[in-house]
């Protein structure tokens, strides 16, 4: 669980007027009363089912490596690559976003690159929808004053503009309804300088592998985007330094704000 300094910062890179209650499980709900359409799909309807976060980190996570082809990342090889991505190695990157966090396996692992890296003042905070989630999460926190997990929905994240150092999103976008307006909330909540990483899937054309995984993916109700969505939209915001790598199914974007 989250400790008071840890909550005192998260709750001072709110947007003006947030409500925010401080959960008996250390979470802070900011949810509003409508934040749009309602989950419709059913893998995003399954992310709010309490025994997935039981065994999510164990026994569901590493199963994405399967659609990222052979030779793709294992789940600490993208935690690895998630501190490169997001230029954890720069002093001035200290408070890092993990937009749909789950039960926190890369806010835990974002945060101890951090504080490893010497940032004492580092905080990582998860933002997530589910409650089983972030409730799995909060119980996990064995860096309490450097990690804060927040309720809220990613298509309107609470935080003010231009809070945060550097903020990430995996596994999630094509889960989300609407999830340009998703990328739109991770890019107005970085500051100019700080870096995005995102993870999601991707459509391959005449590669025999991706076309293969992307089939497996569609029907579990995911979306499979073009390989130049998220690229293009990064670049019409004006990022520096865009970059994607593709394994299989699965993109990694990253870029630059400036
Ligand atoms: C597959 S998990 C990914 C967890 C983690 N990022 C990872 O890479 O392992 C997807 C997460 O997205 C969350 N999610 C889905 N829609 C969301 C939304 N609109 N706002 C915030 N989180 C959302 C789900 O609750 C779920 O925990």
Do not use: N
């Not at 910062?9 to 499980?25: E, I, N």
């Not at 893998?43 to 089912?49: C, I, S, T, W």
């Not at 970085?190 to 391959?204: C, E």
Request: glycine share 8%; charged share 25%; aromatic share 6%.
């Amino acid at each position: 669980m989250a400790d008071a300094r840890a909550v005192d910062r998260t709750r001072s890179l709110l947007r003006p007027g947030t409500p925010s209650t401080l959960r008996d499980d250390g979470v802070l709900d900011v949810r509003r009363p409508d934040p749009g359409p309602a989950p419709s799909r059913a893998a995003q309807r399954l992310m709010r089912f309490g025994p997935l976060a039981t065994i999510y980190e164990r026994a569901w996570r590493p199963l994405f490596r399967l659609w990222m082809g052979l030779g793709g990342p294992t789940v600490e090889t993208e935690r690895t690559l998630a501190v490169r991505d997001l230029g954890l190695v720069d002093p001035d990157t200290r408070v890092v976003l993990d937009v749909a966090c789950g039960p926190g396996g890369f806010t835990r692992y974002l945060a101890d690159a951090l504080v490893d890296a010497g940032r004492d003042d580092a905080l990582v905070i998860g933002l997530d929808a589910s409650e089983p989630m972030l409730a799995r999460a909060a119980a996990d926190t064995d860096r309490p004053d450097h990690v804060a997990y927040v309720l809220g929905d990613a298509r309107d994240l609470p935080f003010e503009d231009g809070s945060v150092d550097a903020v990430c999103c995996y596994a999630a976008l094509y889960l989300v309804p609407e999830p340009l307006r998703v990328l739109a909330e991770l890019v107005r909540v970085l500051r100019p300088g700080g870096r995005i990483a995102l993870m999601t899937t991707v459509r391959r054309g005449p590669d025999p592998v991706g076309s293969v995984m992307a089939a497996a993916v569609r029907p579990s109700g995911l979306e499979v985007f073009d390989p130049d969505t998220f690229t293009d939209a990064l670049d019409r915001a004006g990022f520096a330094f865009v970059e994607q790598r593709i394994h299989g199914a699965a993109q990694f974007v990253t870029g630059r704000k400036v």
